[in-house]
């Protein structure tokens, strides 16, 4: 028996079919990523194709890393000159090599949305632009947006003229990107746009990719933007076999600049494609696939799929509503607790998928508090938190001195007096001169404006030649480990001798742990490879195979992704269709949300619980919801556990009130251990509303809230460390709300 019959005829099909244009257009759990693994093996085997020339690119590095795995063990010998990567990490690869073609040095800096931000304050500050009014934000999405779709500053710029609005937009645009360039630095955007430029002008190398890679797959290709679309389609356009794999209703990514057409339009612009569709589910039960297939049949302009398994019914959908998000949480945790002990599930079978991230700190409470191993994929990245950025910047300098924002985040950390005004001196004198910030400090005895502040100076630069002169024999964990003792960095955390400086020593060996493993990985580490690994870990990489902890994430991060027993919380109609989705009155938008949905629901192997809450407390506001729409659409039989529900739901208007006071009693964060210190950055009830504001209206008062707009006072009621409001807003209903949150505007 040969591994092609696991596969059923259709799925042989497209496996065998590898030649030309290639669209698997099939729903969830059907196997296309199965027949992406299993073609790569095919050509090598079967049709004797190069290892080398082979290409399958997914979105994330964990898709990634398990398409890796599952070709490594079909395919014997030669399995490692695969190209298999996500579209970022390709870019890169390619940009690493090439870059220099386009004006840039080859050893670039990978821009993360901190560094984003940190330059967009410096443009604005420096356009005069008040960002109280212009939000840096709110550039940095249109300048996202448009790089999603190619647009150029230049073209962005003539496309502007004559719209105010938009000129300005393409000034800052035109600013932000001559930064980078002088950084020598790329956004995450930028790295598909450059690999396009360079794909487009240098025909030599797009002759040598296009050599290379005679056999190219993608996987999820419904969430492809205009920049990737174009860089497949340069690199396919020599050999064009192409087989690309998708699934309409799991498009996703619109807010990211995915293109729905790419998928739809496929046979428009390959018109010798073969289409192949897959309608047999290989992960679900019965019930969990129809309880998807009816939520998604309520999109309409949807390309009609019949899903079918035979898996059998399996068990029920588990729906509870709860009065709160606090007996929601404890709900799940018993209901792990209680699979784990009684039917030999893992806790690594389980995973809560929810809306936003902010919806995990609960959950991350419970489960410390009950001791289940857990792990939340995304969240606040590794990467982004303080000490780690203050490290990274320090072997960013060292690698590369032109990134003048890694230089000036530790130019003074830790303290070295060297004063504001100096740093604007010297920042002002390598604008004069064209140098980078660091090549200015190098030469601080030249700035004659700076007097003697250029002796604070000499000692920072010296730390970082010697490093650089180091760099080579030590390698990256060693430099590191230097870095820490000569700057003092974890001495002084342990100084401080807080639980919170604990933790981020915890983090510091963290880092260097990945330092060691990253050398011990590599056939040739070196630091720029470090930082490039380290640039491109999404937040999905944290998961680990083998580790048995039960998994918490968004539901755009459990995309591909199969889980024996799914929890889908917050399914409320305010949380999930979000409350933006619900108020924007747009059908787009909704679909878009009900992909999602659809999304979290085929996740599930075995078994789905959908859970909700009648009030949760979303940044010091209680909120009443009801349940979501989207579960509404999943017909009743399918659905168990309700009648406890349908019994509540009598009491709801004589238990609210009750269940609010329970609520705010509990409001206060539980922080016992410190390895969840971070949800104490993130939640501001305990710090901000500990002195009472003063109210400037009264019952009656018409007010106005920035979200939900304007509405009536009911009634203000003293608590302990601040005001219940409750008001009857016109658009949304009544809300009750702390008042030092709500911001309450009297009209
Ligand atoms: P998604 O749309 O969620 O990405 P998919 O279409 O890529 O799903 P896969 O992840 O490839 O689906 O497959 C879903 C599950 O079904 C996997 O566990 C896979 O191993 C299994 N599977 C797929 N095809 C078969 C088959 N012919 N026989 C047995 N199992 C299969
Ligand atoms: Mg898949």
């Not at 020598?184 to 797009?206: C, G, H, Q």
């Not at 302990?720 to 009544?734: H, I, K, L, N, W």
Request: charge should be negative; include cysteine.
């Amino acid at each position: 028996m040969s591994m092609y019959d696991n596969l059923n005829s259709m799925q042989q099909e497209a496996v065998f079919h590898t030649e030309g244009p290639v669209l698997i257009l099939a729903g969830a759990g059907s196997g296309k990523t199965r027949v992406l693994t299993h073609r790569a093996c095919y050509l090598i085997e079967e049709k004797g194709v190069n290892p080398w020339h082979i290409m399958a690119i997914t979105f994330t590095n964990k898709a990634a890393g398990e398409m890796r795995e599952r070709i490594d063990s079909l395919v014997g010998f030669g399995s490692e000159s695969i190209w298999v990567s996500t579209f970022h990490s390709t870019c890169v690869r390619i940009l690493r090599r090439y870059i220099d073609r386009l004006g840039y040095d080859t050893n670039f800096t990978i821009y993360d949305a901190d560094d984003q931000k940190i330059l967009m304050k410096d443009i604005c500050k420096r356009l005069q632009i008040d960002t109280k009014i212009y939000k840096e934000k709110s550039f940095l999405g249109v300048i996202s947006s448009a790089k999603d779709e190619l647009i150029s500053p230049e073209d962005f710029t003539l496309r502007a003229a004559g719209d105010f609005a938009k000129e300005r937009q393409a000034a800052v645009y035109r600013e932000y990107q001559a930064a980078l360039r002088k950084n020598n630095a790329l956004d995450f955007d930028d790295l598909l746009v450059k690999t396009v430029e360079l794909l487009s002008n240098d025909a030599e190398v797009l002759d040598y990719y296009q050599e290379r890679f005679r056999y190219i797959m993608v996987d999820e290709y419904q969430d492809t933007n205009t920049a990737q679309f174009y860089l497949i389609k340069l690199l396919a356009d020599k050999y064009r076999n192409l087989c690309v794999v998708g699934d309409d209703d799991q498009s996703i990514y619109k807010f990211r600049g995915a293109n729905i057409k790419n998928i739809l339009n496929f046979e428009e612009i390959y018109p010798d494609a073969k289409v192949i569709k897959l309608e047999q589910n290989y992960r679900s039960t019965q019930n969990i696939l129809n309880a998807a297939n009816s939520v998604i049949a309520n999109n309409v302009g949807r390309k009609a799929k019949a899903l079918w398994t035979d898996h059998g019914e399996g068990e029920k959908i588990d729906f509870q509503q709860f009065e709160t998000a606090y007996e929601e949480a404890d709900y799940i945790a018993a209901d792990i607790r209680k699979k784990v002990k009684e039917s030999g599930c893992h806790f690594g079978d389980c995973a809560i998928l929810y809306r936003t991230n902010a919806q995990s700190r609960l959950f991350e409470e419970k489960f410390v508090v009950s001791d289940i191993p857990y792990k939340i994929v995304g969240g606040i990245n590794f990467y982004a938190r303080k000490e780690i950025k203050d490290l990274l910047a320090y072997l960013k300098t060292i690698d590369n001195g032109r990134d003048d924002l890694a230089v000036r985040r530790i130019i003074n950390v830790p303290k070295r007096g060297i004063g504001a005004t100096t740093l604007g001196r010297v920042q002002a004198y390598a604008q004069e001169q064209g140098l980078s910030f660091y090549q200015a400090l190098r030469g601080a005895d030249e700035i004659s404006t700076i007097g003697k502040a250029g002796v604070k100076i000499r000692p920072f630069v010296n730390f970082i030649q010697t490093m650089r002169s180091k760099v080579e024999y030590l390698g990256v964990a060693k430099l590191l480990q230097e870095i820490i003792e000569e700057t003092g960095y974890v001495s002084e955390l342990e100084a401080e001798g807080t639980d919170e400086a604990q933790a981020r020593i915890e983090n510091i060996d963290e880092l260097l742990s990945k330092a060691v493993a990253y050398e011990e990985s590599e056939e040739t580490p070196t630091l720029s490879g470090f930082l490039e690994m380290v640039a491109l870990v999404a937040d999905v990489d944290s998961l680990q195979e083998g580790s048995d902890y039960v998994v918490l994430m968004t539901l755009h991060s459990a995309k591909g992704l199969e889980f024996p027993n799914v929890y889908l919380a917050g399914m409320e109609d305010g949380m999930f269709p979000g409350y933006m989705t619900i108020i924007s009155d747009d059908p787009l938008e909704m679909e878009e949300e009900r992909r999602l949905c659809y999304v979290g629901i085929t996740r599930a192997m075995t078994q789905l619980t959908i859970t909700c809450a009648k009030q949760r407390m979303i940044r010091g506001e209680t909120q009443y919801n009801k349940v979501s729409r989207f579960v509404k659409e999943i017909p009743g039989n399918l659905l168990g556990g309700m009648v406890r529900t349908q019994k509540k739901q009598k009491d709801e208007q004589e238990s609210s009130a009750q269940s609010f006071r329970q609520a705010t009693s509990k409001v206060k964060p539980i922080f016992s251990t410190r390895n969840i210190y971070q949800s104490r950055q993130s939640n501001s009830f305990a710090s901000s509303s500990t002195d009472k504001i003063a109210l400037d209206y009264s019952s009656g008062d018409r007010v106005k809230h920035m979200k939900f707009g304007e509405g009536t006072v009911l009634q203000i009621v003293e608590g302990g460390r601040d005001y219940e409001v409750t008001v009857a807003f016109d658009r949304v209903g009544t809300k009750k709300m702390f008042a030092s949150f709500a911001k309450l505007k009297k009209v």
